[in-house]
């Protein structure tokens, strides 16, 4: 006892430290869904052809996406997630602007038993920041 009130201070120290540490795995996989970098993706992309769903709303969507992407609003998504029904058992990147709505997405396709969703850490600002590419012209439908 004696000890630990006289080290309390570096004690304090040293579980805070290992907070800090711990904190990025957990925010990496936040409500279950595993959130990948921009370099993750391609990886993701190139080697399971996971489809892209773009989450953000029309004119986002219309001013760059990720080639293929299939373009559905967050808003839109828990009404239109049947449109998706084929891709169930499929890796899914789920993408926004920066994060915050992909998540709410992933959430979404977690519910309705999507056994792949990944959300891309950092949304496009991300994307862009890593210097990968975008398209401008509309992406193709969900089917």
Not at 71 to 92: F, Q, S, W
Request: proline share 4%; net charge positive; charged share 20%.
């Amino acid at each position: 006892m004696e000890f630990i009130t006289s080290n309390a201070l570096l004690i304090g120290l040293a579980l805070g430290s290992a907070i800090m540490l711990l904190m990025p795995m957990f925010k990496r996989s936040a409500g279950g869904v595993p959130s990948v970098s921009p370099a993750e993706a391609v990886t993701l992309i190139n080697r399971t052809n996971a489809i892209v769903l773009d989450v953000r709303d029309d004119a986002e969507f219309a001013s760059g996406h990720i080639a293929d992407a299939i373009h559905i609003p967050v808003a839109d998504l828990a009404n239109r997630v049947g449109e998706l029904k084929k891709y169930k058992t499929k890796a899914v990147l789920v993408n926004c602007q920066r994060g915050a709505r992909s998540a709410k997405a992933c959430e979404i396709l977690r519910i309705a038993e999507f056994t792949q969703v990944h959300n891309l850490q950092g949304g496009l600002d991300a994307w862009q920041q890593a210097k990968l590419p975008l398209v401008k012209t509309p992406g193709k439908a969900a089917s």
